[in-house]
């Protein structure tokens, strides 16, 4: 999905270099490692979809429980990182979060060994827990530094690094989680019991060495923002439209309450569509998981190329018009996918990825746009949309079981049609407000 120094947002009035040249030049370069980490994280997502399958055996609805149990976690803990920030700041927010994704990425050893994956949806789940705290952290931040004009363009850069860490999360996944052996139900049942368990045991196992590693990785950036100085802030005092931060005041911002639904959306597109990725080219063009594997890359590598496109073009073409604009690309091209099949299915479904890039952030941004205290409640809201990822996962795995992996692809159609008309309402509402 995918996001500047980390500052707590009370302070901001103005950028923050301003005043204290680069004493705060270690914590930006830890935020964008940040959206570099949870990208890899939740792309590593779409490879355990297609592990998770041949080592448990799983329907596409059971494997649809990678990303429900993930994004129910973002779900929950939204508000809860939200109040942290408020009470603690930016930091502690940071730190918890690294801690909660290494501490999940552990346990991914004791649910190997044990080969039980509700024990690894438990690990998901706690992975998620801390990524929440980090997007909830970094995307509000980057709207409140400089003008908030820019703030939709500024956002898109900061998340830069996301669809980087996405592609080595799927490059990581491809070379050495995913073995290449694939085993159908007939040859399975011609297997020695104990050859067939020695298969499964192994494909289980397979995802240890990665998630380790990530968590050393995650844990010493953990100790690192520990050390780092951030800086302080105190009163809200950052929009002189809104005269007070309560919570409940949120819900009567429409554009952001739209905000939220499009995301939710959105999020359940990009989730639903990566996630099987890997499926549909196995289904429609015939590919071994590593070749779908190879498929889901060039879609990662042509949303990072949209995302710095999007962003340049956001300097030309109002941020509201690129995600009208963009999203009927998406419509279409899922569309496409759902319909035809087939090779040139995989060819649409791949190329929609360049126009989901900049789809995220802009309606992030354009949901928290004029928001002043209320910033932190309203990204929160969003955050928590992102439980749209669980939602239509499950959605498209049971229309695969139930028709095909192709005719699931007309759910995130759908999805990015809501997002072409929280475009066009709110181009309207910026229109009215000048």
Same mark, same amino acid.
């Given at each position: 999905?995918?996001?500047?120094?980390?500052?707590?947002? *009370?302070?901001?009035?103005?950028?923050?270099?301003?005043?204290?040249?680069?004493?705060? $030049? !270690?914590?930006?370069?830890? %935020?964008?490692?940040? @959206?570099?980490?949870?990208?890899?994280?939740?792309?590593?997502? +779409?490879?355990?979809?297609?592990?998770?399958?041949?080592?448990?055996?799983?329907? +596409?609805?059971?494997?649809?429980?990678?990303?429900?149990?993930?994004?129910?976690? =973002?779900?929950?803990?939204?508000?809860?990182?939200?109040?942290?920030?408020?009470?603690?700041?930016?930091?502690?927010?940071?730190?918890?979060?690294?801690?909660? =994704?290494?501490?999940? !990425?552990?346990? @991914? =050893?004791?649910?190997?060994?044990?080969?039980?994956?509700?024990?690894?949806?438990?690990?998901?789940?706690?992975?998620?827990?801390?990524?929440?705290?980090?997007?909830?952290?970094?995307?509000?931040?980057?709207?409140?530094?400089?003008?908030?004009?820019?703030?939709? &363009?500024?956002?898109?850069?900061?998340?830069?690094?996301?669809?980087?860490?996405?592609?080595?999360?799927?490059?990581?996944?491809?070379?050495?989680?995913?073995?290449?052996?694939?085993? +159908?139900?007939?040859?399975?049942?011609?297997?020695?019991?104990?050859?067939? *368990?020695?298969?499964?045991?192994?494909?289980?196992?397979?995802?240890?060495?990665?998630?380790?590693?990530?968590?050393?990785?995650?844990?010493?950036?953990? $100790?690192?923002?520990?050390?780092?100085?951030?800086?302080?802030?105190?009163?809200?005092? *950052?929009?002189?439209?809104?005269?007070?931060?309560?919570?409940? *005041?949120?819900?009567?911002?429409?554009?952001?309450?739209?905000?939220?639904?499009?995301?939710?959306? =959105? $999020?359940?597109?990009?989730?639903?569509?990566?996630?099987? %990725?890997?499926?549909?080219?196995?289904?429609?063009?015939?590919?071994?998981?590593?070749?779908?594997? +190879?498929?889901?890359?060039?879609?990662?590598?042509?949303?990072?190329?949209?995302?710095?496109?999007?962003?340049?073009?956001?300097?030309?073409?109002?941020?509201?018009?690129?995600? !009208?604009?963009?999203?009927? #690309?998406?419509?279409?091209?899922?569309?496409?996918?759902?319909?035809?099949?087939?090779?040139?299915?995989?060819?649409?479904? $791949?190329?929609?990825?360049?126009?989901?890039?900049?789809?995220?952030?802009?309606?992030?941004?354009?949901?928290?746009?004029?928001?002043?205290?209320? &910033?932190?409640?309203?990204?929160?809201?969003?955050?928590?949309?992102?439980?749209?990822?669980?939602?239509? %996962?499950?959605?498209?795995?049971?229309?695969?079981?139930?028709?095909?992996? %192709?005719?699931?692809?007309?759910?995130?159609?759908?999805? #990015?049609?809501?997002?072409?008309?929280?475009?066009?309402?709110?181009?309207?509402?910026?229109?009215?407000?000048?």
């Amino acid at each position: 999905m995918a996001l500047s120094p980390m500052i707590n947002s *009370d302070s901001i009035a103005r950028p923050v270099k301003d005043t204290d040249g680069n004493r705060y $030049v !270690a914590a930006l370069i830890i %935020t964008v490692c940040l @959206f570099f980490l949870w990208g890899m994280a939740n792309n590593l997502n +779409d490879i355990l979809i297609a592990q998770f399958r041949k080592a448990f055996a799983l329907s +596409d609805f059971g494997t649809s429980f990678v990303q429900q149990v993930f994004y129910f976690g =973002y779900f929950l803990v939204a508000i809860p990182a939200a109040a942290v920030m408020r009470r603690y700041g930016y930091k502690a927010a940071i730190v918890l979060g690294l801690t909660l =994704y290494g501490c999940g !990425a552990l346990l @991914f =050893y004791p649910a190997a060994m044990v080969g039980v994956y509700q024990l690894f949806l438990l690990a998901l789940f706690v992975i998620a827990c801390g990524l929440a705290f980090l997007e909830t952290s970094a995307n509000p931040l980057m709207t409140e530094l400089g003008d908030p004009r820019s703030a939709a &363009r500024r956002l898109n850069w900061a998340q830069a690094a996301n669809p980087l860490g996405a592609i080595t999360g799927i490059l990581v996944g491809r070379n050495f989680i995913l073995s290449g052996i694939e085993h +159908d139900e007939r040859s399975l049942a011609t297997m020695a019991p104990a050859a067939r *368990d020695a298969f499964y045991r192994a494909e289980v196992q397979a995802v240890v060495l990665p998630y380790v590693a990530i968590a050393v990785v995650v844990l010493l950036f953990a $100790v690192a923002a520990a050390l780092v100085q951030f800086p302080r802030g105190n009163a809200e005092n *950052d929009g002189p439209d809104v005269p007070s931060g309560r919570f409940t *005041d949120v819900f009567r911002r429409p554009r952001l309450m739209f905000a939220v639904v499009a995301q939710f959306f =959105y $999020v359940g597109a990009q989730v639903g569509l990566w996630s099987y %990725t890997i499926r549909y080219a196995q289904e429609n063009a015939g590919m071994g998981e590593r070749g779908g594997a +190879d498929a889901l890359f060039v879609s990662l590598i042509l949303f990072a190329a949209g995302r710095f496109l999007g962003t340049a073009l956001m300097s030309r073409l109002a941020p509201v018009m690129l995600l !009208a604009i963009f999203s009927a #690309f998406s419509v279409a091209l899922a569309a496409i996918a759902g319909t035809v099949g087939g090779t040139i299915g995989l060819y649409a479904l $791949v190329v929609s990825s360049l126009f989901m890039s900049i789809q995220f952030p802009t309606i992030f941004a354009l949901g928290v746009e004029g928001l002043g205290p209320l &910033r932190k409640a309203g990204s929160s809201l969003i955050v928590m949309a992102i439980i749209g990822g669980a939602a239509l %996962t499950a959605l498209m795995g049971w229309v695969s079981d139930r028709a095909s992996i %192709t005719h699931a692809m007309l759910v995130p159609a759908a999805c #990015f049609a809501a997002v072409f008309f929280f475009a066009l309402y709110a181009r309207g509402s910026s229109v009215r407000a000048h």
